[in-house]
């Protein structure tokens, strides 16, 4: 995943968890985003993207890289393997993007 990619997760995580105040500052941002990138920039950005919905519809917390890194991106690429429901889900998601 590139810069832009980490960013925009990061964005989805902090509207997901209003009261979550990391990277409140842009110097705090451009920090976490480049040590995110470092950690998920062999992930795909669809099962990145997958991995954080699944999280935040199942966390009352927001995730840090340890929760992401580790089961949850290997749980998600196992269900891509398994199915194509999640897949189905992100061509959904990108379609609403485009239209509105």
């Known amino acids: 995943m590139n810069d832009l990619q ?14 979550f105040h990391a990277f409140s500052t842009p110097t705090e941002m451009a920090i976490a985003i ?9 992930v795909t950005p669809d ?6 919905n699944k ?3 199942n966390e009352t917390k927001p995730p840090c890289i340890a929760d992401l890194k ?11 393997i398994a199915t194509t429901e999640d897949v189905k889900l992100i061509e959904a998601i990108k379609l609403g993007d485009q239209h509105g």
């Open 6 to 19: 980490i960013k925009e997760a990061l964005a989805i995580v902090k509207a997901a968890y209003p009261s």
């Open 34 to 42: 480049k040590l995110w990138q470092r950690h998920f920039k062999d």
């Open 47 to 52: 099962i990145f993207n997958i991995a954080v």
């Open 55 to 57: 999280w935040i519809g």
């Open 70 to 80: 580790g089961r949850r991106i290997r749980a998600v690429q196992a269900e891509l």
